[in-house]
């Protein structure tokens, strides 16, 4: 079974510019979970997707936005960037969400804001 | 205070020694608790999870949980120098939402 897959890799944006992440998660798996991860703050939640709807949202500005696709594909957006946005942003699948269900990560988007 | 608190550590242990990671919670509605293990520069990988209250057992490691003392820890025994990574502990409240420790980074020395 393919694991989750995040595109692109790396990316390097300007303040003020927007960016678009992509997360496609384990075969059947249908909740999809966003987490940025810098030195200081540690893996920090940003939002939860089940079934095409948010299912939960952490303390992140209105800047940062997700979505979920039919085929649980998940895209993640942030506008208006900033220096202090540069991070590893990571996407987590599980298969139905509940709460003895593990995250299997995906290997992360690297993030950098000049 | 964080949802999920760990010692930053670095722990560190001699190699064959048992490394013991803790981890503590403030919300008492927490279900489950996961173990992550993570490289430097590598997406977190599951260890082990834990939802009763007492020892799990898998392979060399050991996850204990006790819930009236919102205390989570995970025994590694043999440890190896393959060990030394940051263990990240996390907590499913009771919104369904999984919250991270800030980790503890283990030093497994030859």
């Known amino acids: 079974k393919a694991g989750v897959t995040q595109t692109p890799r790396y990316l390097i944006k300007t303040r003020g510019q927007q960016v678009t992440l992509s997360c496609s998660p384990i075969s059947g798996h249908r909740s999809v979970s966003w987490y940025q991860q810098t030195p200081g703050q540690g893996l920090q939640f940003l939002f939860e997707?089940?079934?095409?709807?948010?299912?939960n949202k952490g303390n992140f500005p209105g800047r940062f936005s997700g979505r979920q696709f039919s085929n649980s594909r998940s895209e993640m957006n942030v506008s208006t960037l900033e220096l202090g946005d540069s991070a590893l942003y990571l996407c987590a699948s599980r298969p139905e969400g509940l709460f003895d269900s593990p995250l299997h990560f995906g290997n992360g988007t690297r993030l950098t804001v000049t | 205070q964080k949802e999920v608190e760990q010692n930053s550590g670095p722990l560190s242990v001699p190699e064959g020694a048992i490394a013991s990671l803790n981890c503590t919670y403030s919300?008492?509605?927490?279900?489950?608790f996961f173990w992550y293990r993570q490289y430097s520069g590598k997406s977190p990988e599951l260890i082990m999870f834990?939802?009763?209250?007492g020892d799990k057992e898998d392979g060399r490691f050991t996850a204990q949980l006790n819930k009236a003392s919102q205390y989570v820890s995970l025994l590694i025994r043999d440890s190896q120098p393959s060990d030394s990574a940051t263990y990240l502990c996390a907590a499913v409240n009771a919104g369904n939402m999984l919250t991270f420790g800030g980790g503890t980074r283990l030093m497994v020395k030859p």
């Open positions: 834990i939802y009763s209250n």
């Open positions: 997707y089940f079934s095409e709807t948010q299912r």
């Open positions: 919300d008492r509605g927490s279900q489950s």
